[in-house]
């Protein structure tokens, strides 16, 4: 019995070995040359960058037409990179945005934290406080009929504040 490419769509034999993940474990997905080709191609993209680049393009708004957060899982992280490859990616590293992601030398808990709280990587410590009142009257339980919803994203709001409260707070 044959089996057949892996690929979306493809029917042709495949005969070739490609890693689901990128810690080369032992899964991985048969191709036929022409994709293998195509498989090769986009994993070499990734292989030469470093994590802050890697980091950056996953964040980035030209890959994911918004910002996103909360990738845990190896797998989920590379099947995150993998479907978003494409060639003239490259350029995004060349954006002011990046150089100034670059700049802020921060470290991932803390854009995390930024993030969470809908903030630039760039902001100061008062910007911190004030957006971070803001954000306790909009989610406070108090305000939202005691909606669990709510409850949660104050919870993650409040240990941002706490995350940056160390690091930025202390600058
Ligand atoms: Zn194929």
Redesign the pocket.
């Known amino acids: 019995m044959k089996i057949?490419?892996?690929?979306d769509n493809?029917?042709?034999v495949?005969s070739y070995k490609a890693p689901i993940e990128k810690d080369n474990s032992r899964k991985f997905r048969l191709?036929?040359?022409?994709?293998?080709k195509i498989f090769n191609k986009k994993w070499n993209y990734f292989a030469d960058m470093d994590n802050q680049q890697i980091e950056y393009f996953i964040k980035s708004d030209l890959t994911w037409h918004k910002t996103t957060k909360g990738f845990s899982s190896s797998e989920n992280f590379f099947n995150i990179l993998w479907n978003n490859a494409l060639e003239d990616k490259l350029n995004i590293f060349k954006s002011s945005n990046f150089k100034d992601f670059k700049k802020t030398n921060l470290t991932t808990t803390d854009r995390d934290a930024l993030d969470i709280m809908d903030l630039k990587y760039d902001a100061k410590w008062e910007e911190i406080q004030k957006k971070f009142k803001t954000l306790v009257k909009k989610y406070h339980p108090d305000k939202n009929l005691g909606s669990k919803k709510f409850e949660d994203k104050l919870k993650k709001i409040t240990l941002a504040y706490s995350q940056l409260k160390l690091t930025i707070g202390k600058k």
């Not at 057949?4 to 690929?7: A, E, M, S, V």
């Not at 191709?31 to 293998?36: G, K, N, T, V």
């Open positions: 057949i490419c892996d690929w493809c029917n042709k495949g191709l036929c040359l022409e994709h293998i």
